[in-house]
């Protein structure tokens, strides 16, 4: 099993920036993590991938976030974080971490979610 813990959600108004982070962990975390990412959910909405980083480094955005969103990742601690700058209203959701998958597809491991609120 791999367990995937999200944190640094938030209330922030217009243009301002959040960075957050997942963890993930397990006996068998480097097995389903070559993939790791970044979905989110408005409210009534579905959930749409943010962002994705693969082991070696490889990145895939959603087009609303290119230029203001970059995806991290720390291999040693099993680790990615989402650094949102010059943040909209329409980024607000819960966003969800996502292990296992590709570029474009979602694994089959999630994190319960961090809420981002944009507002002013």
């Known amino acids: 099993q791999v367990q995937l813990v999200e944190s640094g959600g938030g209330l922030v108004q217009p243009g301002g920036s959040l960075r957050l982070s997942c963890t993930a962990s397990?006996?068998?975390?480097?097995?389903?993590?070559?993939?790791m990412g970044w979905y989110r959910q408005a409210p009534g909405e579905q959930r749409d991938m943010v962002a994705k980083?693969?082991?070696?480094?490889?990145?895939n955005y959603r087009d609303s976030v290119k230029g203001r969103f970059t995806i991290s990742r720390d291999n040693a601690k099993h680790t990615i974080s989402l650094q949102m700058n010059n943040l909209r209203p329409e980024d607000t959701g819960v966003y969800y971490c996502?292990?296992?998958?590709?570029?474009?597809?979602?694994?089959?491991?999630w994190g319960k979610g961090t809420l981002v609120t944009v507002s002013s």
């Open positions: 996502n292990g296992g998958g590709g570029l474009g597809v979602a694994g089959n491991y």
């Open positions: 980083i693969t082991r070696d480094g490889r990145v």
């Open positions: 397990g006996n068998i975390v480097s097995r389903y993590t070559n993939t």
